[in-house]
């Protein structure tokens, strides 16, 4: 079995941990700057997965020097330390990391389009900038052995703050803007198939659920399955007024990722984890 290395143990880095069938997973304890040379060597893994970063966008507007070092520094260096291994080795080491949708503020470009892998980007904030300089460094030193994964709002199953699905029930108002969405679901599938592609897998991918939806059309969906009080709309100019840093839309777009991955519809995807997430809080809920 192939063994592959995943970095960061939460929301996405633990469904992948779980959901990958068919690999050797070793889930790395430390921080990713500890990935050094030497365990590239002792672990000689088919594939790394950086799916560790600081993510709480007010949280690395405060602590601009450490999400510098995790979003940008620690990533770019450990591929620095993959692509010496790779040139030592006849066994490359692939590099996935994951990026992000936010790198753009839209919904949509300055021509009225969903941005594409390869759209100028458009960050907005801190931590956009860092996902954003570490893309551009990783796609310079060499695109070769890696993927750049890049997903929007992310939503699963489980019952966890992260989950853009919990997000979306605590806000009594909600916007109607035009959004991308990522199922678990679709990241796994797309994972899958990055891992067993033989070439093509490397550069720049948008990975997102078909269609797009909107943060009020998610509550709508919520409040259907009796997880919430039905929403009412907001502006996004109303919610601009009062949320720090500012709240991006983005619509994403990619040829080549609907070809190879052919995801679902977003909205079948909201509503089977919708489903599945209502049962996830009656499980917690009866064993309290
Ligand atoms: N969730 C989304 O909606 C979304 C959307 C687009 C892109 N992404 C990207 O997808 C990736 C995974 O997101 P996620 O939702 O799983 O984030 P998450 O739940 O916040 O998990 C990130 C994990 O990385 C760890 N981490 C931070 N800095 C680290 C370092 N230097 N070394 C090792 N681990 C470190 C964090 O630990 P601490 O908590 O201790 O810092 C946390 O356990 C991130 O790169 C994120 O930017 C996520």
Redesign the pocket.
């Known amino acids: 079995m192939k063994r592959i290395v995943i970095?960061?143990?939460?929301?996405?880095?633990s469904a992948l941990a779980s959901g990958l069938q068919g690999f050797e997973i070793i889930q790395w304890e430390?921080?990713?700057?500890e990935l050094s040379a030497i365990a590239l060597d002792e672990l000689s893994p088919f594939a790394i997965i950086?799916?560790?970063?600081?993510?709480?966008l007010a949280w690395c507007e405060a602590n601009a020097l450490e999400t510098v070092?995790?979003?940008l520094e620690?990533p770019v260096e450990l591929y620095e330390r993959i692509v010496t291994h790779n040139k030592k080795n006849q066994a490359a080491i692939r590099f996935l990391h994951?990026?992000?949708?936010?790198i753009w503020d839209g919904p949509y470009d300055g021509e009225g389009k969903p941005f594409t892998p390869t759209s100028p980007v458009s960050p907005a904030c801190l931590y956009s900038w860092t996902?954003a300089a570490g893309d551009a460094l990783l796609l310079q030193r060499s695109a070769e052995s890696v993927a750049v994964l890049?997903?929007?709002?992310?939503f699963s199953s489980i019952v966890s703050p992260?989950n853009?699905l919990s997000k979306l029930l605590r806000y009594p108002g909600l916007i109607d803007t035009p959004n991308s969405m990522?199922s678990v679901a679709v990241i796994i599938r797309t994972v899958e198939t990055l891992l067993t592609m033989e070439t093509g897998w490397n550069g720049s991918w948008n990975i997102y659920d078909k269609g797009h939806t909107t943060p009020f059309r998610v509550g709508e969906l919520l409040a259907e399955a009796g997880l919430r009080d039905m929403p009412h709309r907001i502006t996004k100019d109303a919610l601009d007024t009062w949320h720090r840093p500012k709240r991006v839309d983005v619509i994403l777009y990619d040829e080549h990722f609907e070809r190879v991955i052919a995801p679902n519809p977003v909205e079948d995807e909201l509503r089977n984890a919708i489903e599945a997430y209502k049962s996830a809080l009656l499980e917690v809920s009866t064993v309290r």
């Not at 950086?50 to 709480?56: F, H, W």
């Not at 994951?98 to 936010?102: D, I, K, M, V």
């Open positions: 970095i960061g143990r939460g929301q996405v880095g430390g921080d990713i700057a950086n799916a560790a970063g600081k993510t709480d070092r995790s979003n620690a994951f990026s992000s949708g936010c996902k890049r997903p929007r709002q992310v992260r853009t990522s």
